[in-house]
């Protein structure tokens, strides 16, 4: 017994500790400064979470993730440190988390209409977990109009097409304010679409309707992260200047008309 265990402590670590999980956080906090991040943002090697990498340019110690299936942008590299990273991969969640540390998470997980996988739920599940158990102070979610109490505010058409998405993202909001000692921010953004620059406009009220562009969600949730005043809200964000009034049916809201709701002052 006793030389078994002498050989045993003078093994490498890596021949004691299981391969594959030795393996696992090797790979990912190989690639985890010694900081705590300051902001991570998951999901950014597209989409919103792309500009909004961007748009946090010069931030310290901001991180990033992408699929691993997939590399990171060379923007991506330029403005945040990157990791890879399968939101739907629970122990390389955690791995990653409680290897980073840091203060604020913003996660853009998100699928598409008719995509039968959907990670809105298990991936946003899996990464609010992880965020609560690293110590992250706050955690925001980039959810969507229609989710939640806000269904009303989508047209029924609408609704037929995206209430499997919608559901998988209520459940992810719903998750998060469960969560006990982490401060949350839930963004709802109208649909995105792709273009330059519009008026955004943040409410708490649900009933506004219409587009915003990923350059302008992009700048309002970069608003929101440095907002004290937005801890503990669900946020509602479209453009001014294309608002659509959906009852009793879908119409534009004309330029003489008062805006149908009260503006959040981020």
Request: a neutral charge; hydrophobic letters at 40%; one cysteine or more.
């Amino acid at each position: 017994m006793k030389s078994r265990q002498a050989f045993l402590l003078h093994l490498p670590v890596s021949r004691v500790v299981s391969r594959k999980t030795c393996s696992l956080r090797t790979q990912v906090c190989a690639k985890v400064s010694s900081p705590p991040a300051d902001i991570l943002i998951v999901a950014a090697n597209r989409g919103l979470g792309a500009h909004l990498s961007t748009a946090l340019r010069g931030t310290e110690n901001l991180h990033t993730t992408h699929r691993p299936c997939s590399s990171a942008s060379a923007e991506q590299q330029q403005v945040s440190t990157t990791h890879p990273l399968d939101a739907l991969d629970e122990s390389e969640t955690d791995a990653l988390l409680s290897g980073l540390r840091p203060n604020v998470v913003v996660s853009c997980i998100g699928g598409r209409a008719g995509q039968w996988d959907l990670p809105d739920f298990e991936g946003n599940k899996n990464l609010i977990d992880a965020s609560k158990r690293a110590g992250v102070k706050r955690f925001i979610l980039v959810s969507a109009l229609g989710a939640g109490n806000s269904e009303g505010s989508v047209p029924f058409q609408v609704m037929d097409t995206m209430r499997p998405l919608l559901l998988e993202k209520s459940r992810a909001e719903l998750h998060l304010k469960e969560i006990e000692g982490m401060e949350w921010t839930i963004v709802r953004p109208a649909p995105i679409v792709d273009g330059g620059r519009g008026k955004p406009v943040a409410t708490e009220d649900i009933s506004c309707y219409g587009t915003i562009t990923r350059p302008d969600l992009a700048e309002v949730v970069k608003k929101i992260i440095g907002s004290d005043k937005a801890s503990n809200k669900t946020l509602h964000i479209v453009d001014r200047t294309g608002l659509l009034i959906v009852a009793p049916y879908v119409r534009p809201l004309e330029f003489w008309e008062p805006l149908p709701f009260t503006e959040f002052d981020l």
